[in-house]
């Protein structure tokens, strides 16, 4: 017996996160296999456990993944745009619910995991909802806002009720993503926390404390990785290779590389090293990339949206 997942806020993420799962659940519908794709990081469900064995939790096997889905959005246009989304998706996509408008609550009521998926700014007043009190009492709540601390969290919701943040990033979309979670005591929930965002990549745990850094290097990194891979691409254009040939080879060297860093467990100076024979042109390469910065420019752009991410829903007054 499945449970239900609600996304409140189902725009980029909770479109990346739902597909990761949808699709996984697709696959494990065609193949009795495990999944080739489920990383863990150094989070390995711990074995023997099943799934929690609570009132809303009943008897679902290790794998289990929700069996039902609710989205919110603000808007009914967003609603109807995210309706198709979901429908391109296959058939468990179109088994989605979508609720645009004022359907929070309802929502909530129904679920037994709630995912927040809104702008930070928009998750205390999703929380703040008349009859959200009753509704959330209990439940586990997935936070992935930005800045938005546990314990700002634990304010907006009963008592009872279980808090945890998660910073996942876009990739889950394909099943590539990076998503930390915040630890809990309860290892039934830490399965099926496992359990989701393994089934959009890799998953693991982090004290909060860490939270903005991953925001920064996992959370905003697709964006930072996205212009190197641009400018690599225009460079290759630059030399007269065609434009997507010239991306093709950026974004396979892109992947391959960060695998053996990944799989091969190689150092990026090894990496480096690697590649760059004496006096030949990837050196020539490298000198051009250190006189301009890129290693520190990279690192001090880590260090700014870390410092962002902490202020993100705060109250700027404060
Ligand atoms: N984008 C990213 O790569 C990452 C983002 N995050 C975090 O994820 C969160 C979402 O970001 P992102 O997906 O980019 O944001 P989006 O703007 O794409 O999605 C937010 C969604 O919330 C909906 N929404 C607005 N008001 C309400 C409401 N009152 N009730 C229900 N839904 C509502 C919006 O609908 P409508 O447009 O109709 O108002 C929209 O669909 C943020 O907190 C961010 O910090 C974390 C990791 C990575
Ligand atoms: O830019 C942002 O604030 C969000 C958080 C991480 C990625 N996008």
């Keep these: 017996m499945g449970y239900t997942l609600a996304v409140l806020g189902c725009g980029t993420m909770g479109i990346a996160i739902l597909s990761g799962v949808l699709s996984s659940l697709e696959e494990r519908n065609s193949t009795p296999l495990k999944n080739p794709n489920h990383h863990t990081g150094d989070s390995e469900p711990p074995s023997g456990i099943s799934t929690p064995t609570g009132s809303q939790f009943l008897n679902a096997p290790e794998e289990s993944l929700p069996s039902k889905f609710i989205a919110t959005v603000g808007r009914e246009e967003t609603g109807r745009k995210l309706k198709k989304t979901f429908e391109s998706l296959g058939r468990f996509g179109s088994d989605v619910e979508i609720r645009a408008g004022k359907g929070n609550v309802n929502t909530v009521q129904e679920a037994d995991v709630i995912l927040i998926c809104s702008k930070p700014n928009i998750a205390k007043t999703i929380l703040s909802e008349p009859g959200m009190t009753e509704a959330v009492k209990g439940k586990l709540v997935i936070s992935i806002c930005a800045g938005v601390t546990i314990s700002q969290l634990v304010s907006w919701v009963p008592e009872g009720t279980t808090v945890v943040r998660a910073m996942p990033n876009t990739p889950c979309k394909i099943r590539e993503g990076m998503t930390v979670v915040t630890p809990l005591s309860d290892a039934l929930l830490r399965t099926l926390i496992l359990n989701i965002f393994t089934s959009c990549g890799r998953c693991r745990f982090l004290d909060e404390k860490y939270f903005d850094a991953c925001t920064a290097v996992a959370g905003s990194g697709p964006a930072f990785v996205a212009l190197v891979l641009e400018a690599m691409a225009d460079g290759g254009v630059m030399m007269g290779l065609p434009r997507v040939e010239a991306l093709e080879l950026a974004a396979q060297?892109?992947?391959?590389?960060?695998?053996?860093?990944?799989?091969?467990?190689?150092?990026?100076?090894?990496?480096?090293?690697?590649?760059?024979?004496?006096?030949?042109?990837?050196?020539?390469?490298?000198?051009?990339?250190?006189?301009?910065?890129?290693?520190?420019?990279?690192?001090?752009a880590i260090q700014v949206a870390t410092n962002h991410a902490a202020g993100l829903g705060q109250d700027p007054k404060k």
Excluded: F, N, W
């Design 253 to 300: 060297t892109l992947q391959g590389t960060g695998r053996m860093a990944l799989y091969a467990g190689l150092h990026p100076a090894q990496l480096k090293d690697s590649v760059t024979t004496p006096g030949g042109c990837t050196i020539a390469g490298l000198l051009t990339l250190e006189d301009g910065r890129v290693r520190s420019t990279m690192a001090r």
